[in-house]
């Protein structure tokens, strides 16, 4: 499987044949604005725009067709599809949260921070029970390469709602719906939308942070490096509230994309895709995607950990950051975790056992 295409395919788990199926008739909601959907556009193979029995074994699917299958008219539309993907995300999360939310956690689902047309996005935020308001927050963004994520689990950042923080984890345009700046000016306008509406869920405006893994990361960073810069600041309800944050936390994240290698700049690549073409004929775009590109002395504390032996994003990414912000003077930590590849995989303990440093940077700069 190429690299770009490391993450993991949630969804149907499906298995070619070649019977027949009906006629494809168009999908109505096909022309509506709508998230990516990667692993939709990876089994339909013909690109009709439905999973049929010439894309794999509809007996065989798990849900059952049944159950996908709406409308009963023998195949999977992308509409279909979207709602099961929402559902077996909701559910993963659901199981997963179970057993790191503290007692008595509030959670708050799709809360609507933006719109583009009709298009909404949404957050979740978690709040633990026993901290009094204002209370510190921690605004996550999911990985994926910029094409899959989603919001519903909010990652590592979770546990962080049994050290007093609340949490919102914030939806932002793939590269399959739009391209740069788009995800940043999404993180941005969440950041915002918490900040203005502040005192009705609680929070504290003043202690507010940006965490995020991999393409997530790359955002925080972003959210750090340019405070209330006008030209990051599309979207209205930044001009209500400001989008800076107090610190940030960044987990292997890329920092430079015309520092990456050959190998990142292919026509499907993450980054190419992100940018809306590859990054040798782009270089322009992307330098101006590059979060250092931004750094000033007034940026935030950052504290950046990055496995030693990432294949997805190297090491030297975090280097070049950590080097740029030191020379700014802005107060920064770069936390090199040997052995470690993309996620910490094969390092002792992996993502957990990173989540306590996590903890003590924020408790060290956002506390009162």
Known sequence: ???????????????????????????????????????????????????????????????????V?????????????????EGYQRERADQALSKVLPAGASVRRDIVFTSIGSRELKLDLYQPADVPAPQPTIVWFHGGGWTAGSKNFPGPAAKLVGRGYAVASAEYRLAGEATFPAAVHDAKAAVSFLRLHAADF????????????????????????????????????????SSRVQAVCDWFGPTDFTQLGEDYYGPNSPESMFLGGPVPEHLELARRANPIAYITPADPPMLIVHGELDKIVPLQ??????????????????VEVPGAGHGFRNADGGAAARIELVAEFFDRHLRP
């Open 1 to 67: 499987m190429p690299r770009h295409h490391f993450f993991s395919l949630l969804g149907i788990v499906l298995v070619s044949c070649s019977h027949a199926a009906p006629t494809p008739q168009p999908d109505v909601a096909a022309a509506e604005p709508r998230r990516p959907n990667p692993v939709f556009e990876f089994w339909d193979k013909d690109k009709d725009g439905y999973l049929t029995g010439k894309d794999m074994d509809l007996r065989r699917i798990e849900p059952p067709l049944a159950e």
């Open 69 to 85: 299958d709406t409308d009963g008219d023998g195949r999977i539309s992308r509409s279909e599809h979207d709602a099961v993907i």
């Open 202 to 241: 609680g929070l504290d405006p003043e202690r507010f942070r940006a965490f995020g893994i991999s393409s997530g990361a790359y955002l925080a960073v972003f959210v750090g490096t340019t405070g209330d810069l006008p030209e990051f600041e599309a979207h209205a309800v930044c001009r209500r509230a």
């Open 317 to 334: 990414q975090s280097k070049l950051l950590y080097r740029a912000l030191q020379a700014a003077g802005v107060e920064s930590t770069l």
